[in-house]
Structure formats: structure tokens, C-alpha cells
């Protein structure tokens, strides 16, 4: 710091800025690692250096990081934090900077706590014949304008901390004693006063980014020709019972009775140690055609919330790995059917209060597909540090009144008479409400979200009726039938559901990918 003998708690227990950053998606990391009931006071950049994995729960890499500090009793406090990965061009240094200054600071106003100032870290490994010194000056005029976007927001930046190949340097203290030019060692993990701290409290480190997202990257395996050659063949066999009226409700059904039995296998299945370990092992539990068919199941919106509902309890831990497992499996041109079971993996990581695995995994289904308006509202929920109990509650209720329509315990408010989607939720033919009763519940929910993120429809001929996507078959590549409307339609939109396809030649779009991030991408206003 500019006045480095001057102390910051570290305390998590009367912390109102948790969760405060709300970046694009994609961009933002959590801020896990609190340490409550325990407080720990760092007056030396070599104590803030430490510090940051256990700020965030992981070891960030090629990151712009920013922590506010909020003054109490004279004593600085941290409070939110936020993540920017470091542009490859330096043109774009500014607008990156201005970006996280003011996202962090807004989201503590709207939470009425204010930073009083703020802690910036640039890390970065030094690229092939670079040198640690090297990355600090090169990264120099990117603190710098850190520094500029906070103080245009009168919150000053008091501490700059480049680190890189295992040494920091401060970009605020030029005094050779306490921040040598050469810069100074980290020092060991988990030697620290902090680390011993958090040790205590139960805090753990997660490694990097890069590992997790490995967990959830398509395979690079000697498998992938054989993966991707079931999903040709089961789609076309899913494709033609889709279009089939008569056999769309059945292929829902089946699908959702395949991904229970997997669920149950993988909760059976012996715990192993180690995370490679152990999705090798899930991959070993889950067969091509199984795979296939699940993830091409699950691209019918209905079919996908109904699955959703394993968010807690004993259902919670084995439907995540399941998730996982199917995402590893969207390989060569099916990888964008991978951002329904990446949005799946998000929402029970987050129910179970996992938010570092929650943003990353729905992040990425964002990167699949920029219109998976589930996923969307998920990740704006999980970064505006939202309660997920609301959602929890929503898909509850849908289950409970599922049980009570197969039992005949109708809801006096429903009509008998009134049709049954292939979901099982009651839809009225006189209204036209398609999404029957999950519509409203699911609406009601995304109604806690910012206005901003929730979706405003669009022209259905903008990807077919805004509905759900299978693997269209090779063989039939060259035909394009018309709208198919399989299982439900999208919660909150009287549209159906329409076929989704992939990019090779098996699996077309059937409508123009728009641009950039839009509201009504993947379904009307409700689809959460």
C-alpha cells in the first residue's frame, strides 16, 4: 500500500458487499473464500499477495482483479470483489478497466455500501523467453488505468500488485526496502498466517480456472469418433419420433426415465479421491448411445426443467456429475448442445452454494450458445448475488403438482378436462398459455432479476419458433421441414418448441444466430 504500515481486516462476518460485481457474461469470477467469525490483519503487500486465493477461493491466472475496502473504525474492511480477464490487446486496457471499476463499485452502492477504496492485482505468467519484470512494466500502464477509472469514481486505488512467476511487485511503493525492483518472493503456499486462518475456518483453495473448466471441456479423447457417431445415429432416430406428433411426448418421457437411472448409477457407483480420478470414472459409467440420447433429450426446454429439479439433498451431487459427464460428451459439432447440461451443472452448483463452479459452468454455456436465455438468467442471478431459493421453490412446486396430476389430485384452481403436454403441465386450449402453470411460476421467479436480464421475445422466426434443439440426421441434411414443435413449449411463450440444430451438416441452425448477447434468445420472458 501507499502507507504500508497501515492495517487491513480480513473478515467476511459483517461483509454487505459480498457478491457485488455484474460484469458480461463470461467475465466474472465469484468471490468465494470468507472466513467467517475469524479476522485476520494484513499491513504488507507480501500479506495482500497471499491473500488473494483465499479472497476468491481459487489461484486466478491472466486476471485483472479488483477488491473494495470499506473503512471501519479506522480499519479497512474488504468487501466485493471482481475479475476481468487481461485483454490481449492493449487497446482495449481502458474500456476493461472502466468496465470492472464500475461494476464494482455499482453493485455496492445498489447493496448501500460504497467502497471507500479499492485494491487492484494484475496476474499474469510471463510468456516464452519473458521474464517475470518483464510482464510488471509491460502491465504498467494497465494499472495505471485502473487506477484513473477508480479515482474517476472517487474511490481511490491504494495498492497495485502485479504477480508473476512466482515473485510481486507494487506499482503504489518505490521504496527498495520493502518493494525491491526485482520484486519479491511469494511465499510457500499454505505457510502464511492467513492460510493457517483459513485452514481453520474450513476455507479451501481451488486451484485455477483452467483446471475446473477442464472438468466441463468436450473430450480430446481416442472416444470422440465413436461419441460423435452415436449422436449422428440417435438423432436420427429422435428426429423422426419428434416429428411424429404421436411419439414427441414419448421421447420426453424416455429421456427423463434414462437420466434417472443414470443418476441412481452414479450415486451408487464408490467414492474415489481426486477430481481427474473421479470424472474418469463417471466416463467410465456412461455408454456413447446413453450419452446421446440424453443430450439430445435434454435440448426440449421442458424436458431439460424437469430435470433441473435434482437440485438438493442426496439428487443434488450425482445430477452434477451427470451434467458434467454430458458436457464432456458434446463433441466436434455437437459442442453447442452442450449448453443446456453446462446450464444444468451451473444451477445445481449454485443450489448447492457452489458459486465458483456455478459462474463458470453457466458462463460457458453462454460461450456454446449466446442466446440460452436460462443460462443467462442464471449466471445475472448468481452474479447479482441472489437468493437461488427462489427458483428452488418454482421447481417444487411444478413437482409436487406433477405427483398430484399423476395421483388424479387435480388442483381445484385446473380444469379436468384441459390437455396434458408431454411434461405433464396442464395447458389451457382456450387461453393459448403454452407454458401452463411452469410459465407462471417460472416467471415469477426471473422476476426478482434486473429488468435488464430478463427476455422480451423475439420474431419466432429468428431459430424456428425459439424453442428447443435436437441433432438433425445426416441423411436428411438437405430437406428442411417445417417448424417441429416437440414435448413443451417455452416457459412463458405461447410458441412451441422447434428443433435445434447443430452447425455440421448432421445438424443445421434454423434461423440466423444473431449477434452479441440479447434478451429474447432462447425463449420468451419466464424461461428461468
Not at 456413447?288 to 443434488?316: C, K, N, P, S, Y
Amino acid at each position: 500500500m501507499t502507507n504500508h504500515s497501515e492495517a487491513t481486516g480480513f473478515s467476511e462476518s459483517d461483509d454487505a458487499g459480498r457478491g457485488e460485481q455484474h460484469l458480461a457474461p463470461g467475465t466474472t469470477d465469484p468471490n468465494e473464500g470468507g472466513l467467517p467469525e475469524h479476522q485476520v490483519t494484513l499491513r504488507t503487500p507480501a500479506e495482500l499477495a497471499d491473500a488473494l486465493p483465499y479472497l476468491l477461493g481459487y489461484r486466478p491466472e491472466d486476471s485483472i482483479v479488483l477488491v473494495a475496502l470499506h473503512d471501519r473504525a479506522g480499519r479497512g474492511r474488504f468487501g466485493g470483489r471482481a475479475r476481468l480477464g487481461i485483454p490481449a490487446s492493449a487497446d482495449d486496457w481502458d474500456s476493461a478497466a472502466r468496465q470492472l471499476a464500475h461494476g464494482l463499485v455499482t453493485g455496492s452502492e445498489r447493496r448501500g455500501v460504497r467502497p471507500e477504496q479499492m485494491v487492484a492485482f494484475l496476474c499474469q505468467e510471463p510468456a516464452k523467453g519473458e521474464t517475470g519484470r518483464q510482464v510488471m512494466e509491460r502491465l504498467r500502464p494497465l494499472a495505471q488505468k485502473m487506477r484513473v477509472a477508480c479515482g474517476n469514481l472517487d474511490v481511490p486505488v491504494i495498492e497495485a500488485l502485479c504477480i508473476s512467476d512466482g515473485r510481486f511487485w507494487s506499482y503504489c511503493c518505490d521504496r527498495a526496502e520493502c518493494c525491491p525492483p526485482e520484486g519479491s518472493p511469494m511465499g510457500l503456499p499454505g505457510t502464511s498466517v492467513l492460510a493457517a486462518a483459513a485452514t481453520y475456518a474450513g476455507v479451501q483453495v481451488r486451484g485455477t480456472l483452467r483446471e475446473l473448466r477442464a472438468r466441463l471441456l468436450p473430450w480430446e479423447t481416442a472416444g470422440v469418433p465413436e461419441q460423435e457417431a452415436a449422436l449422428d445415429r440417435i438423432g436420427v432416430e429422435l428426429v423422426t419420433r419428434i416429428l411424429d406428433d404421436s411419439k414427441r411426448a414419448g421421447v420426453a418421457e424416455e429421456t427423463l426415465e434414462l437420466a434417472e437411472r443414470l443418476r441412481c448409477r452414479f450415486a451408487e457407483a464408490p467414492p474415489v479421491s481426486g477430481t481427474l480420478t473421479s470424472d474418469l470414472r463417471d466416463d467410465g459409467l456412461l455408454g456413447h448411445d446413453e450419452a446421446a440420447r440424453l443430450i439430445l433429450g435434454l435440448q426440449d426446454r421442458a424436458t431439460r426443467d424437469r430435470a433441473a429439479e435434482w437440485m438438493e439433498g442426496d439428487e443434488a451431487a450425482p445430477a452434477l456429475r451427470l451434467w458434467r459427464a454430458l458436457a464432456r460428451r458434446c463433441v466436434g459439432p455437437y459442442s453447442e448442445h452442450a449448453a443446456a447440461p453446462l446450464t444444468l451443472a451451473g444451477w445445481v452448483a449454485w443450489s448447492t452454494g457452489d458459486q465458483l463452479e456455478a459462474r463458470e459452468a453457466l458462463a460457458m454455456a453462454l460461450g456454446v450458445d449466446c442466446d440460452y436465455l436460462f443460462a443467462r438468467l442464471l449466471h445475472q442471478a448468481c452474479n447479482e448475488g441472489l437468493d437461488p431459493e427462489s427458483i428452488r421453490r418454482c421447481l417444487r412446486a411444478e413437482r409436487v403438482s406433477r405427483e398430484q396430476e399423476d395421483t388424479g389430485q387435480l388442483d381445484q384452481r385446473e380444469h379436468v378436462e384441459e390437455p396434458v403436454r408431454g411434461d405433464g403441465v396442464v395447458c389451457s386450449p382456450k387461453s393459448g398459455d403454452g407454458g401452463g402453470r411452469r410459465s407462471r411460476q417460472m416467471a415469477g421467479a426471473a422476476g426478482s432479476l434486473p429488468r435488464s436480464a430478463r427476455g422480451t421475445g423475439r420474431n419466432p422466426g429468428e431459430r424456428g419458433a425459439r424453442g428447443s434443439r435436437v441433432a438433425r440426421p445426416r441423411a436428411s441434411a438437405g430437406s428442411r421441414p417445417g417448424a417441429v414443435q416437440p414435448g413443451g413449449t417455452a416457459p412463458g411463450s405461447s410458441k412451441g418448441s422447434a428443433p435445434r440444430t447443430s452447425r455440421k451438416g448432421a445438424a443445421r441452425r434454423s434461423g440466423p444466430r444473431p449477434d452479441g448477447l440479447r434478451p429474447g434468445g432462447a425463449g420468451g420472458e419466464g424461461d428461468a
